[in-house]
């Protein structure tokens, strides 16, 4: 049978197991045939011990990850989490049941907004919509519990879809102790952490001082390329033309032209004014981009 779970017992004799939860939460094996909730309930009651559970899981289904959330918090014996490689998504929710939760000192933990995929008219849209806030309400309750963190605080750092290392997730609840410090501690000048709508934001700005430096440039050769205005002062008018009330000369006539008749002169000068998309139409466009992310 197709598990997303496993077992191990301790060789040594003792009384405890340790809970391997590998790869994705999958609906669809959690939910079919022979493997049910019922059937882990069983598994995870066949002993009577301390347990460890040990998660490197990008997640899955939120209905699947509360329903061993409750059955862990709801097992009599300890509960120690080691997150050996990342607990995302929903797997971070199931990380959030043990009593003491350690992380690897490369490991993560990921949490975001829960999503679906739904198709209908409007209604179904605001429904779906409807169901995403509740979900993400009670996941926010599995958090809150453990870190003692406002639930304002939670609900931003989902919408950013924060990863944060073993030193972050200490520093805000998340894990109680980052492993094989052997005396060491791990204390960054700044603790690493970041956001995936940051990050997105950061590279659409970039984008847009890159257009706006590019648009500036251009505008310097232009005004460089265009000839200066010059004017000629009058000359002082002569004695003869004072007298004559004529302040400098007459011209004499039109210029005569500089081709002979019936001979082309040169082609006028093509447009040399840049063509493509302003930067005002670029900007618009990358901030459409901003917010398609």
């Not at 709508?197 to 310097?220: C, G, H, P, R, Y």
Request: charged share 25%; aromatic share 6%.
């Amino acid at each position: 049978m197709n598990h997303f779970w496993r077992w191990a017992r301790d060789e040594t004799g003792s009384n405890e197991r340790t809970l391997y939860l590998e790869g994705e939460i999958a609906e669809e094996c959690w939910y079919d045939g022979d493997i049910t909730p019922a059937q882990f309930r069983e598994e995870l009651y066949s002993g009577d011990g301390p347990i460890t559970l040990s998660i490197n899981s990008p997640g899955g289904d939120t209905v699947a990850a509360s329903q061993i959330y409750t059955m862990i918090k709801d097992y009599p014996q300890q509960v120690t989490v080691k997150i050996t490689g990342m607990a995302a998504s929903a797997a971070s929710v199931i990380a959030m049941a043990g009593d003491k939760v350690c992380m690897s000192p490369t490991s993560i933990i990921l949490i975001h907004n829960p999503y679906t995929r739904v198709t209908g008219d409007s209604d179904d849209m605001r429904r779906a919509a409807q169901l995403l806030d509740e979900v993400k309400e009670g996941i926010i309750n599995a958090y809150a519990i453990k870190t003692g963190l406002s639930r304002t605080k939670i609900s931003h750092m989902m919408d950013d879809s924060c990863v944060m290392n073993p030193r972050m997730a200490l520093d805000l609840g998340f894990c109680d102790e980052i492993l094989y410090q052997n005396g060491g501690t791990i204390e960054p000048d700044v603790p690493w952490s970041f956001s995936l709508a940051a990050i997105d934001e950061k590279v659409v700005n970039n984008l847009l001082a890159k257009v706006k430096a590019a648009n500036a440039q251009e505008e310097v050769c232009d005004e460089q390329q265009e000839p200066e205005a010059t004017s000629v002062p009058n000359e002082a008018a002569s004695p003869e033309a004072e007298a004559t009330g004529v302040q400098g000369a007459e011209p004499e006539g039109p210029p005569e032209p500089e081709h002979p008749e019936g001979e082309e002169g040169p082609e006028p000068p093509e447009n040399t004014e840049p063509r493509g998309a302003s930067a005002d139409s670029l900007i618009q466009r990358l901030n459409r981009l901003k917010y398609n992310f």
